[in-house]
């Protein structure tokens, strides 16, 4: 093997609406990508229950992702679409990185901290070691590249790191197996049998925040639905949360500069922009000086042109649940046979007997 073959890899949790920030900061860079690449998306649902989740809401909610992938575009049959819990050996090489990552740098994750708040004793085992089981789902593929949006960044780094110690802690056995290709890490040659995944991060705005609070990440666990634009929101739902949107009484400015310390207008803008796939710059070019009374209903109008459609096909094919499971069922299949090529190789590396 003379390289790694190129291969994208992405996922997203199956833990309530999808929003305008899942959509923008992920699953339309998925459709993009599928022209240019092979590409693997997953939805994480072992991931989700690091968190207690209702079952009956996880099977719909996992169901839901999968619409929207599908709505957006994704190809299921040039691609693979599953759903992570499809696919033993996502676990099994978790497991195997447990025994290779280590407490210090699983400690420096911020998002741990987050999430698990003051009460880190109480937190679930599985929320502490979501990295590994994070590197586990891409390298299981041995994927190349992984769209990721900021928060995820430090987790990526923990994915090489891991991929890194595996590695060099084997590259002997690896060069005698001839399962590898050779890497130089620093000066050194090594054989490695795990690609160092780069991150994909792109776009005017890789970070969507809330449509009520400018400094708070849109998210689907905030109290009111006015933050966030859901993607099965109908148009007039669309154009009503956008002109409720949170701004400030000064106009637009002609600059990015001038959008510091404003973080609602910030936030409007780079919606815009991500929307019409245009830089901020461009935005302001259109609008500077301009009231947000004249903003909010041209991003009104953007926005209701580019999800209301999304929003309607989600509903068709949410309404078809044969369908999506079928999808879930046929990809499941193609991933699993090729993590078991990858699972085969790294029993033997680490020497663990079986067939």
């Known amino acids: 093997m003379s390289a790694f073959k190129p291969l994208v890899f992405s996922g997203v949790q199956p833990t309530g609406n999808l929003h305008l920030g899942n959509y923008l900061g992920a699953i339309r860079k998925f459709v993009a990508l599928q022209d240019t690449s092979d590409c693997i998306y997953c939805v994480v649902d072992m991931h989700a229950i690091t968190m207690w989740q209702d079952p009956a809401e996880l099977e719909q909610s996992t169901r839901e992702v999968t619409a929207a992938f599908l709505a957006a575009g994704i190809d299921p049959a040039k691609h693979i679409v599953f759903n992570q819990s499809r696919v033993m050996q996502h676990a099994e090489l978790a497991w195997v990185f447990n025994c290779v990552a280590r407490m210090g740098w699983l400690n420096r994750m911020t998002q741990f901290k987050d999430k698990a708040g003051k009460d880190r004793e109480n937190a679930s085992v599985g929320l502490f070691a979501y990295p590994t089981l994070m590197a586990a789902d891409i390298l299981v593929y041995r994927a190349t590249h992984v769209p990721v949006g900021d928060d995820q960044k430090q987790h990526l780094e923990l994915t090489r790191d891991i991929a890194q110690k595996f590695n ?116 302001l070019r259109q609008f500077g000086g301009q009231q947000f009374s004249v903003f909010k209903p041209a991003l009104a109008d953007l926005a209701v042109e580019k999800l209301a459609p999304i929003a309607g096909e989600m509903r068709r094919i949410s309404a078809d649940r044969g369908y999506i499971d079928g999808v879930l069922r046929d990809g499941g299949m193609r991933a699993g046979a090729l993590a078991e090529t990858t699972m085969k190789d790294v029993r033997r590396i680490i020497g663990l007997l079986g067939d």
């Open 168 to 283: 060099n802690d084997f590259s002997s056995r690896i060069e005698a197996l001839g399962c590898g290709v050779e890497m130089k890490v620093g000066e050194e040659t090594v054989h490695g049998f795990f690609p160092l995944t780069e991150p994909i991060i792109e776009g005017p705005a890789t970070r969507i925040m809330s449509l009520r609070d400018g400094t708070k990440k849109m998210s689907k666990s905030d109290p009111s639905d006015l933050s966030r634009i859901n993607l099965t929101d109908d148009a007039d739902t669309i154009s009503k949360k956008i002109r409720k949107a949170k701004t400030d009484p000064a106009p637009l400015p002609s600059e990015p500069e001038g959008l510091k310390e404003r973080p609602e207008a910030d936030n409007l803008v780079g919606i815009y922009a991500s929307l019409a796939e245009i830089a901020r710059e461009e935005v």
